[in-house]
């Protein structure tokens, strides 16, 4: 492992104190009430998509994807993704991006969706989706609603509200 190499794997509960205050950096506790965040309340991440990055046995970024559905059909919602300051402009955000959602591929997910940048995510295989389409149960700049298929002819079949799983 360099410094630009991160280990990459699964979130363990010894990391989960280091990933909370890497979110409380990142983005306040504003985060909780935002839509996104509301979805993840209460429903636990796949912990085989839930990863971090650690380099040289620092916490320098993480990545969570929780189950969702969307309409009746199954769904993740990726997020939050988090890069500590002093690791960014490296691509660990990148590497974990891509890392979870080959994992999510490989495991037999069809669609994965986030509200998100879509001069970022468009990389990463992300498309804004029609606003009639996907609908969030909360507030949301549908120009961020992003979804990646990750099994062929997924977008256009998905529709209708996201909600939990349960």
Do not use: C, W
């Amino acid at each position: 492992m360099t410094e630009t190499s991160p280990d990459i794997r699964p979130e363990t509960a010894a990391d989960q104190a280091a990933v909370e205050a890497l979110h409380d950096h990142a983005f306040g506790p504003g985060r909780f009430v935002r839509t996104a965040s509301r979805l993840r309340e209460g429903v636990p991440a796949d912990p085989d998509l839930t990863l971090v990055a650690i380099v040289h046995g620092r916490l320098a970024g993480s990545v969570t994807m929780t189950p969702i559905v969307i309409g009746r059909d199954a769904a993740l919602l990726l997020g939050p993704l988090a890069v500590d300051p002093d690791f960014e402009n490296r691509g660990i955000g990148g590497m974990l991006v891509r890392a979870t959602l080959a994992r999510a591929k490989a495991a037999g997910h069809r669609l994965v969706l986030l509200v998100g940048d879509a001069s970022y995510y468009g990389r990463f295989g992300f498309h804004r989706v029609a606003p009639e389409q996907v609908v969030l149960p909360g507030p949301v700049d549908p120009r961020r609603v992003l979804v990646a298929e990750l099994s062929e002819g997924a977008r256009a079949a998905v529709h209708g509200l996201v909600g939990k799983v349960g």
